[in-house]
């Protein structure tokens, strides 16, 4: 365990135990940008973020995330079951994202031929449909584990600045690793979609439940079909290098919905 910003991080630690105790709030999570924070009132509680209800479960768990450039300052609100309300200001650890510059680069634009658009926009209507839920599972309510073995390559929030001109920031964590590594549920989770996109190549969305969703880029092979259920742990495909990708590796995200979070504040520390 360590301190981060003043609470306490129990990474990998399951914290549904809370449940018996909870007569008040607790979450766990850094309280940083690209954060995913769980927490948890006692049932029957409400709660809001910004003024914004979050949606809580039977057992008054819920969810929340912090976008890459998210403001500094946050307000919770809650209402106890017993009519009481109570209020806490969040600080954030503002990050610093890695930045790379590329300058006296060619400046022709990289367009996907007019053939593939149609298909490009199908990708993302699908992606976002399968992001879409808000399920009442609370399966990422313990901790989660390392999709795949490997070096970190690629890390969230990192941008290329192309001739002085900022490029799309990168939401993904990569490991790199060889074609056929396995790559496995960071926890439980059911298929929404398993499907050959034109930029992500073979890609799988995982959804653990209360909005929150893992997707996995570029795999060789897709072991699971969607509605299936996996468990945490379970194989779910394998490291490729399919669709728009420069070499094997696995791109792991982790959405709320179609907020951006950083799946590596999630799991144990690795080199
Ligand atoms: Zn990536």
Same mark, same amino acid.
């Given at each position: 365990?360590?301190?981060?910003?003043?609470?306490?991080?129990?990474? @990998?630690?399951?914290?549904? &135990?809370?449940?018996?105790?909870?007569?008040?709030?607790?979450?766990?999570?850094?309280?940083?940008?690209?954060?995913?924070?769980?927490?948890?009132?006692?049932?029957?509680?409400?709660?809001?973020?910004?003024?914004?209800?979050?949606?809580?479960?039977?057992? +008054?768990?819920?969810?929340?995330?912090?976008?890459?450039?998210?403001?500094? #300052?946050?307000?919770?609100?809650?209402?106890?079951?017993? +009519?009481?309300?109570?209020?806490?200001?969040?600080?954030?650890?503002?990050?610093?994202?890695?930045?790379?510059?590329?300058?006296?680069?060619?400046?022709?634009?990289?367009?996907?031929?007019?053939?593939?658009?149609?298909?490009?926009?199908?990708?993302?209507?699908?992606?976002?449909?399968?992001?879409?839920?808000?399920?009442?599972?609370?399966?990422?309510?313990?901790?989660?584990?390392?999709?795949?073995?490997?070096?970190?390559?690629?890390?969230? +929030? #990192?941008?290329?600045?192309?001739?002085?001109?900022?490029?799309?920031?990168? $939401?993904?964590?990569?490991?790199?690793?060889?074609? +056929?590594?396995?790559?496995?549920?960071?926890?439980?989770?059911?298929?929404?979609?398993?499907?050959?996109?034109? $930029?992500?190549?073979?890609?799988?969305?995982?959804?653990?439940?209360?909005?929150?969703? &893992?997707?996995?880029?570029?795999?060789?092979?897709?072991?699971?079909?969607?509605?299936?259920?996996?468990?945490?742990?379970?194989?779910? @495909?394998?490291?490729? &290098?399919?669709?728009? &990708?420069?070499?094997?590796?696995?791109?792991?995200?982790?959405?709320?919905?179609?907020?951006?979070?950083?799946?590596?504040?999630?799991?144990?520390?690795?080199?």
């Amino acid at each position: 365990m360590k301190k981060i910003a003043g609470i306490l991080v129990s990474l @990998g630690i399951a914290i549904t &135990s809370y449940s018996a105790v909870a007569n008040e709030l607790v979450f766990n999570g850094k309280l940083t940008q690209g954060s995913l924070i769980r927490g948890q009132l006692p049932a029957g509680s409400q709660i809001t973020l910004n003024g914004e209800t979050l949606k809580t479960n039977s057992q +008054g768990k819920f969810v929340f995330g912090f976008g890459r450039d998210a403001d500094l #300052s946050h307000s919770l609100k809650w209402t106890l079951p017993d +009519g009481t309300t109570h209020s806490r200001q969040i600080k954030l650890e503002a990050r610093e994202y890695v930045t790379q510059r590329i300058d006296g680069l060619d400046q022709k634009m990289v367009t996907p031929p007019e053939s593939v658009l149609k298909r490009i926009r199908q990708d993302a209507a699908n992606v976002y449909k399968a992001r879409a839920g808000k399920s009442d599972s609370d399966a990422l309510f313990t901790g989660f584990i390392w999709p795949a073995e490997g070096p970190v390559t690629g890390v969230y +929030g #990192s941008q290329r600045i192309l001739n002085g001109k900022p490029g799309r920031p990168h $939401y993904g964590l990569d490991v790199g690793s060889p074609t +056929g590594t396995p790559v496995v549920a960071p926890v439980n989770g059911t298929v929404t979609l398993a499907d050959d996109l034109y $930029y992500s190549g073979n890609t799988v969305v995982l959804d653990h439940g209360m909005g929150v969703f &893992s997707t996995f880029l570029h795999l060789d092979s897709m072991g699971v079909q969607v509605g299936d259920t996996v468990k945490q742990g379970e194989q779910i @495909g394998t490291i490729g &290098s399919t669709g728009r &990708s420069t070499g094997a590796h696995l791109d792991w995200r982790i959405n709320l919905n179609d907020k951006r979070l950083d799946p590596q504040l999630l799991v144990p520390p690795r080199d």
